[in-house]
């Protein structure tokens, strides 16, 4: 069975820190182009990061720079997101998807894991 699955999420306080994972099982994650996206209730689902199959490039919306990192372990079949700084604008539902391109918009992928909710509150 071919799947996407994420971990990591939670409920932190503003200014704190978590790190997402997103493993691949059934198939291998290093050949694809990996996204990180994320939906609040009533919003649309939005491009957060991606990194591509070839060489690593990372890309990141505009207003999260500086604060997200995404980072594949081709090793351990895992692309990561380290989210420092969080506010609670970033509380989502936050996705994965494996596709042959790494783009910011939520189209061409292939595969999308079922997400991992992240809360941020005090």
């Known amino acids: 069975q071919l799947q996407l699955v994420e971990s990591g999420g939670g409920l932190v306080q503003p200014g704190g820190s978590l790190r997402l994972s997103c493993t691949a099982s059934g198939f291998t994650l290093d050949s694809y182009g990996i996204g990180w996206f994320r939906q609040a209730p009533g919003k649309e689902r939005e491009g957060v990061s991606c990194i591509s199959s070839v060489g690593g490039r990372a890309y990141y919306a505009d207003s999260l720079k500086g604060r997200f990192t995404i980072s594949r372990d081709n090793a351990k079949n895992t692309v990561y997101l380290q989210m420092n700084s969080l506010k609670p604008e970033d509380t989502a539902v936050y996705y994965c998807?494996?596709?042959?391109?790494?783009?910011?918009?939520?189209?061409?992928?292939?595969?999308w894991g079922q997400g991992t909710q992240v809360t941020v509150s005090s």
């Open positions: 998807a494996a596709g042959p391109l790494a783009l910011l918009a939520p189209v061409g992928y292939d595969y």
